[in-house]
C-alpha cells in the first residue's frame, strides 16, 4: 500500500548548521511532494513543494530534493536558527488529500 | 488575514455526548479537508470537501460526519463520541484542484472521557 515516511524521528543540530530531513515513500505514481513544519500549539505549516518532474527546488534556506529512482526525499535547511525547531513532516499530495509521514523532530542546539 | 479558523481549541467531552467542531476559511477555496493527529501515527484524512455539498470520506471516517452546506464552513460532527476519537484535529482548505498545498488551522484539542 501506500506509505510516506522518514528515515529518523529525531534530529539535533547545532546552530548555525545546515539540516538535512530524510523522506522515504513508496508510491510511485505520485505526482506532488510537500514539506511541512508543525510548531508547539500550532497547525501544519507549507514550508515548499516539489513536482515528481523535478530533481530540486530551492526556496528561502530551503532545499528539497527528490531522487525517485530511490524514492528518497529530502529537506535542506541552511543555517538553522532557533526558530526552526520544530516537527517537520513530508507528505504526498493527489488532488484532494494529503498522505502525511509520522514526522521529524528537530531540535536547534545554541 | 487569510486563514483557516476552528473552534473550539480545546474540549473535554463525555462518551455519546454529541458535539460539532466548526471550521471556516476566508479564502474562497473549494477543498476542505478535516485531519486528525496522533502520536506516532502523524495525520490522517477524516473526510474531505471538493465543493458545497460535495463530500467523501478519507482513511478514518468512522465515527465522524461533515456537511458543506456553504463554501466557507465544513463542520465536523461526533454524533457519539468514545474515547478512541481522543485526538488533536485539524481543519485544512486549498484553492481547487490544480493547487497541493492545503493551509491548517490552529487545530482543536479534544478528550472524550
Known amino acids: 500500500g501506500e506509505s510516506v515516511g522518514l528515515h529518523l524521528p529525531t534530529l539535533s543540530v547545532q546552530e548555525g548548521d545546515n539540516s538535512i530531513i530524510n523522506c522515504a515513500y513508496s508510491n510511485s505514481a505520485s505526482d506532488y511532494f510537500i514539506w511541512y513544519k508543525q510548531e508547539s500549539g500550532k497547525g501544519p505549516q507549507f514550508i515548499i513543494d516539489i513536482r515528481s518532474n523535478m530533481d530540486k527546488r530551492q526556496g528561502q534556506r530551503v532545499t528539497v530534493l527528490l531522487n525517485k529512482t530511490v524514492k528518497h526525499l529530502s529537506l535542506q535547511i541552511a543555517a538553522t536558527q532557533p526558530g526552526d525547531s520544530a516537527v517537520y513532516f513530508c507528505a504526498e499530495a493527489n488532488d484532494y488529500k494529503l498522505s502525511f509521514g509520522a514526522g521529524t523532530t528537530v531540535t536547534v542546539r545554541a | 488575514e487569510a486563514q483557516v479558523t476552528q473552534n473550539p481549541r ?74 478512541n476519537q481522543t485526538s488533536l484535529y485539524f481543519c485544512a482548505s486549498k484553492r481547487d484542484s490544480a493547487t497541493w498545498g492545503y493551509t491548517f488551522g490552529s487545530g482543536t484539542r479534544l478528550t472524550v472521557v
Open chain 2, 10 to 83: 480545546y474540549l473535554i467531552t463525555v462518551t455519546g455526548k454529541k458535539l460539532t467542531v466548526t471550521c471556516s476559511q476566508n479564502m474562497n477555496h473549494e477543498y476542505m479537508s478535516w485531519y486528525r493527529q496522533d502520536p506516532g501515527l502523524g495525520l490522517r484524512q477524516i473526510y474531505y470537501s471538493m465543493n458545497v455539498e460535495v463530500t467523501d470520506k478519507g482513511d478514518v471516517p468512522e465515527g465522524y460526519k461533515v456537511s458543506r452546506k456553504e463554501k466557507r464552513n465544513f463542520p465536523l460532527i461526533l454524533e457519539s463520541p468514545s474515547p
